[in-house]
């Protein structure tokens, strides 16, 4: 079936500070996968997207990599600000033409000045 | 784009009693999906249309959930005789095509007493 593992939280850092935020997959086929953000009062956001192996997804300094022989995908950002403060969900979707999102379960980063 | 809209916000209501959603997605698109959340999960997708037809539904989703999208435009969740742990944020997210991302609404919080 299609599942996401992703690194449990909550994440804090200091302002400036590397992140990384694990994400592993089981999926059948060949899926697409996805980084969301949820900032505090929002709805979720779709934050970067990866379509096949080795693509680089990337956005707002935040990138990910495809990587399929470790059916990994790893969120980095290397430089944090405190407006980074959030909830973020790796999911992927199947590929099978509806479309629809498997997440996990989500971890929640804090940044600190 | 004035984004995916969510009605109510919140949604307290005794148990046993039926509660209505409605969502309205992004004007041109054409998908419609229906996902859950509980307090430290990812969301979990619950059923999904193109244009009016119900196209995709979860296990998740009981005899006692229904969905409607009548002329393929705007949604409606319905949960009859609620229990205690339908309490979730219900969210509801639209999409433009199968390669498009999901643009997500703030949700449905409610609370089963």
């Known amino acids: 079936g299609n599942s996401v593992t992703q690194m449990e939280g909550p994440v804090t850092l200091s302002e400036e500070a590397f992140l990384t935020i694990n994400c592993t997959y089981t999926a059948t086929g060949y899926p697409s996968l996805f980084w969301y953000v949820q900032y505090p009062g929002e709805g979720l956001q779709l934050l970067l997207k990866?379509?096949?192996?080795?693509d680089k997804g990337s956005n707002k300094g935040f990138e990910a990599t495809y990587r399929k022989e470790t059916t990994s995908f790893h969120l980095e950002k290397g430089s944090v600000q405190v407006s980074d403060s959030a909830v973020y969900f790796c999911a992927l979707s199947a590929g099978t033409g509806a479309n629809n999102l498997f997440f996990g379960t989500g971890t929640r980063l804090t940044v600190i000045p | 784009d004035t984004g995916v809209s969510q009605d109510p916000r919140h949604k307290i209501t005794k148990r046993g009693q039926n509660v209505t959603f409605r969502c309205d997605p992004i004007?041109?698109?054409?998908?419609l999906y229906w996902y859950r959340q509980t307090l430290g999960q990812g969301p979990e997708f619950l059923t999904y249309f193109q244009n009016e037809a119900q196209l995709e539904k979860s296990r998740l989703l009981s005899d006692r959930f229904s969905a409607e999208r009548p002329k393929g435009s705007f949604s409606t969740l319905e949960i009859q005789r609620t229990e205690q742990g339908d309490s979730a944020m219900y969210l509801c997210?639209?999409?433009?095509?199968?390669?498009?991302?999901?643009?997500f609404g703030n949700g449905t919080r409610l609370t089963v007493t």
């Open positions: 004007s041109e698109h054409n998908r």
């Open positions: 990866a379509t096949k192996a080795d």
């Open positions: 997210a639209s999409s433009l095509s199968t390669d498009s991302p999901l643009h």
